[in-house]
């Protein structure tokens, strides 16, 4: 189904202690012994697990027994639909490394990496695109750290900001 | 016209300039009081934090009187309110609050939120959208009039209602009304809510969690005047006690539960339910069933006709919640709470267990004690659990949670630890803010942020390593040093809080945590935090009757700490810059020209140096003896006879304790620390020395009092430092710990950590039940 982008109001959807703010944030790390770009990205569970059954059909029941065997796959599949890192107007692949449920069990770390990443370049341009749960919650707010060499930003985006750029310097 | 603009130019720099000066003359430290942010002391709230000689506060009693139709899923009835004036001043009009007008068409709360729809959407947001656009959830008003019956003015504004007066209601007259109503609920499980139901399609039942359903008359204080900003989903509630008479009507084979006591227990209870109630109320150990599961069951199967009315009453509440199912299985014990007995319910349905059977009502028993402890007795006859999926969310003596397990009755770790999370969480708000009854509306920190500090210390009393959201202040981290844009103090009013969990739960909990083990002290926090419970039980606190309560019972100044952590969006970031080394110089020349030769030796050499050893094999002065004289060999590392005798005259003119201070071999540590985040905390240092023993320093933040940007502090020592720790056990929210170390360290990143492990794809559960499956095959 096609809808074309409109603005308009609507209510809102209360959500209470269980689960207050939408929000999810993605480091970007150059590492540079292994010239690897490593990612590590931090998603509320229940958001994971509703946006890949809208999605996917595909319950996940993330550290039950009940896990899907193909959990890895699918969050990585979403992932990489709705999280896009360009260099250069290259888009680059990430692969998966692993997930961690955090210790107070409301959140899931999922680490990916780009290996063989080289910075030859004076400047180079990275795209971001990030929409992450913004086909499932309304007010997904997704924040970005990024910390490439002498680089540091942070992105906010959001349903009406989801494609930022910025110029990385060498120096 | 040219002189003019001249003139103009002149003016506008010479004002620039002069602010610029202005802003550079004021008064910007750190440890500033906070006599300009808080409001003046006066008769009503003391210096001290405490109420006031005159202190007062209206009350609102309220008749109630609903049916519930199930097939419509329509509540209506009447409300009779008599509202007592008890301030000094003589009002002309009421304001009443009319919450459910939030779910009415084109209300403000639809109208202010903001939103879009894009091209990528799943089928079920916009089923969502629908559901929410099209449903019409507002009061309808039928009648309001005098208990005569004779009509009476008033306007509805949104989500309040304005009652005029016909004549001034002066201090200690009351004034009654009587409204009927009807009203839509929600589907909650559609539309989302507070209050609602959620229906089950297999037998067609539903479970009713009924709140904000009648009239409620708003605040009047010296505060705010009226409350008067509108309900627009976010900001909570803001209400006076009062007494309260409720009566509802239901389908027979309904069980409701309620906020109060039940008063006609002979009339809808079985005799059988009876006796077992009996029974729970003298059971302190455990909880004992009063409907069973199998019992609930039966009662699902079939809907009766007629209907039954459940008459509750509650005395100095703020507010009434209740529910009711003919799907509840109901369970109850007693609870001790100082001389009184107090009872824990939880009401749920079958799809709750086994969860709910073995934690629900043990988990309210546990977080009233705790609570007790933290804050005052429980002073209510009971506090009461219900299963209500995805949400949670609290009313004196009841409230609602979450956590239901899977449908073969499985359940995972989270779904575990996260119910008994909310329902400490929902019933410790019987103590914020339904009794210490702050103004919601304003400040969700002043309920959700204490409630959420107390919380943890229950969770922790729970279990050992119980896992706990909120509260340590690592967990803090990540929000705090976020983009600041993103992030905006406590002290914000709560329909403009970004990042709304972490803002006004997260962070002041782990504030009041930072100040019971890190500022105050745990026996001086524990008591001022008591007293602020004790002198505000029963009244409306406002957050500086908090600050200085806090401040008035502990004798530590903590306008730094309220500043820094509840009026900016600062964060913690302490940087171990620099260490300096230094020893006395003894003027010993037998000891300081060895350690002057020491260090030349142990210096690093210039790769010529290196380099020239090997390349030029013999100089002039090696080769020729005759370009050879004193200077060539001389060691200025060697102390002479002359040297020595210096030494002994020098000593002799010290008097003795001068002579200990030379001999003392002590090491002075000069360290050098910045304050990059900006926020001023203490100084948590732990030093490791060469032989091998370690040790705790701990600077208050005062430290930073003339200088909150830069410091030094020298340490005299015994020992050698072989290396230091800022922050060492994690207690400051430091948010950068790459500059805590001395030497220097990099931590690795939790990406790194992780890929460090080896790891296999299984979980927890899978591979125990591999383990089970692999030894029964040994078995076999």
Request: net charge negative; aromatic share 14%.
């Amino acid at each position: 189904m096609k809808i074309s982008i409109l603005i308009f109001t609507m209510l809102f959807n209360f959500n209470l202690f269980a689960h207050d703010y939408h929000v999810s944030h993605t480091t970007l790390f150059y590492n540079s012994s292994s010239n690897s770009i490593e990612i590590t990205i931090k998603v509320a569970i229940e958001d994971l697990e509703i946006a890949i059954l809208e999605r996917e059909s595909q319950k996940l029941e993330i550290e039950t027994v009940n896990e899907s065997k193909i959990s890895n796959k699918l969050i990585s599949n979403y992932f990489n639909k709705h999280f896009n890192i360009m260099f250069n107007d290259v888009i680059y692949d990430y692969q998966w490394v692993g997930k961690e449920v955090s210790n107070n069990l409301h959140d899931v770390y999922l680490y990916f990496e780009i290996v063989d990443f080289h910075q030859n370049e004076e400047s180079i341009l990275l795209n971001l695109k990030n929409s992450i749960f913004m086909d499932i919650s309304f007010g997904q707010k997704n924040i970005v750290l990024i910390n490439i060499e002498k680089n540091h930003h942070n992105l906010i985006f959001t349903r009406d900001l989801k494609s930022q750029s910025i110029y990385l310097k060498k120096e | 016209m040219k002189t003019y603009s001249q003139l103009y130019l002149f003016i506008s720099l010479f004002v620039f300039f002069s602010t610029l000066k202005g802003q550079d003359n004021l008064n910007n430290s750190d440890f500033k009081q906070l006599h300009e942010e808080l409001p003046t002391p006066n008769v009503y709230r003391a210096a001290s934090g405490a109420p006031g000689h005159e202190y007062y506060q209206q009350k609102a009693d309220y008749i109630i009187n609903v049916e519930l139709d199930e097939e419509s899923h329509i509540l209506s009835g009447e409300v009779s309110i008599t509202y007592t004036n008890f301030s000094p001043d003589v009002l002309s009009y009421l304001w009443v609050q009319l919450d459910q007008n939030v779910r009415a068409k084109n209300s403000h709360s639809q109208l202010t939120n903001t939103s879009s729809l894009d091209d990528n959407m799943t089928f079920n947001a916009i089923q969502r959208m629908h559901d929410e656009m099209n449903f019409d959830g507002g009061f309808k008003l039928e009648e309001v009039t005098d208990l005569n019956g004779k009509g009476i003015t008033y306007t509805v504004n949104e989500t309040m209602m304005r009652i005029d007066l016909s004549k001034g209601l002066k201090t200690g007259q009351s004034f009654s009304f009587r409204i009927k109503y009807f009203y839509n609920i929600n589907d909650r499980m559609k539309i989302g809510g507070r209050s609602g139901y959620e229906y089950f399609d297999t037998e067609e039942n539903s479970i009713y969690t009924i709140a904000q359903f009648f009239p409620r008359m708003a605040v009047y204080n010296e505060v705010e005047g009226w409350q008067n900003k509108q309900f627009l989903g976010r900001g909570e509630f803001a209400l006076p006690f009062g007494d309260y008479k409720v009566s509802i009507t239901v389908p027979s084979d309904h069980i409701v539960s309620a906020t109060g006591e039940l008063k006609n227990t002979g009339s809808v209870l079985t005799k059988n339910q009876i006796k077992r109630l009996d029974k729970a109320k003298k059971n302190y150990s455990e909880p004992v069933i009063i409907v069973t599961e199998d019992e609930a069951i039966e009662n699902e199967k079939n809907k009766d006709k007629t209907k039954k009315t459940w008459i509750f009453e509650a005395d100095n509440v703020r507010d009434f919640a209740w529910a009711s199912s003919r799907k509840f299985i109901w369970d109850a014990m007693a609870v001790n709470i100082g001389e009184r007995t107090v009872m824990a319910h939880s009401y749920y349905p079958k799809e709750g267990n086994p969860l709910w059977e073995q934690y629900s009502t043990r988990t309210v028993a546990h977080a009233l004690k705790i609570y007790s402890k933290f804050t005052i007795d429980y002073p209510y006859p009971q506090a009461t659990s219900i299963h209500a999926k995805r949400i949670g969310m609290e009313y004196p003596m009841i409230c609602f949670n979450f956590g239901r397990p899977e449908e073969d009755g499985t359940y995972s770790k989270r779904t575990k630890y996260r119910m008994i999370g909310v329902i400490i969480h929902e019933v410790g708000h019987n103590f914020f803010p339904m009794i210490i009854n702050s103004d919601e509306r304003q400040w969700t920190w002043m309920d959700e942020g204490l409630n959420s500090f107390v919380q943890y210390l229950a969770e922790q009393e729970f279990e050992r390593g119980f896992p706990s959201r909120r509260g340590p202040a690592e967990n803090i981290v990540e929000y705090m040093k976020g983009e600041k844009s993103n992030i905006v103090p406590i002290m914000t009013n709560s329909e403009s809080i970004l990042q709304f969990g972490n803002n006004s739960y997260g962070k002041p909990a782990t504030a009041l945590n930072i100040l019971r083990e890190t500022i105050i002290g745990r026996e001086l926090f524990d008591y001022a935090f008591k007293s602020y419970c004790e002198r505000w039980k029963f009244k409306h606190p406002s957050p500086a009757d908090f600050f200085r309560s806090m401040e008035d019972a502990s004798a530590v100044d903590l306008d730094w700490f309220w500043r820094g952590w509840f009026y900016t969006n600062d964060h913690v970031d302490i940087s171990l810059d620099q260490v300096k080394w230094f020893k006395v110089n003894t003027t010993n020349p037998e000891i300081e020209k060895s350690i002057s030769k020491n260090k030349k030796d142990n210096s690093e050499e210039y790769i010529s140096d290196t380099r020239n050893e090997i390349t030029i094999p013999n100089t002039v002065t090696e080769m020729d003896f005759n370009s050879v004289d004193f200077y060539t060999y001389y060691d200025p590392f060697s102390a002479s006879v002359l040297d020595i005798e210096d030494y002994n005259k020098y000593i002799e003119t010290l008097s003795s304790e001068e002579r200990g201070l030379l001999l003392s071999n002590k090491n002075y540590y000069e360290l050098e620390f910045s304050n990059l985040g900006g926020l001023v905390m203490p100084i948590i240092l732990e030093f490791e020395y060469t032989n091998g023993e370690n040790e705790e320093i701990r600077i208050p933040a005062e430290i930073w009092k003339k200088n909150s940007e830069k410091i030094s502090k020298v340490f005299i020592l015994d020992n050698e430092l072989k290396s230091i720790t800022l922050d060492p056990f994690l207690e400051t929210a430091d948010v950068n710990r790459n500059n805590n170390y001395w030497p220097p360290k990099i931590e690795a990143t939790r990406f790194q950590l992780y890929k460090q492990k080896t790891n296999n794809s299984e979980n927890l559960m899978q591979r125990n039940s591999r383990a089970k499956s692999k030894n029964i095959k040994n078995e076999d």
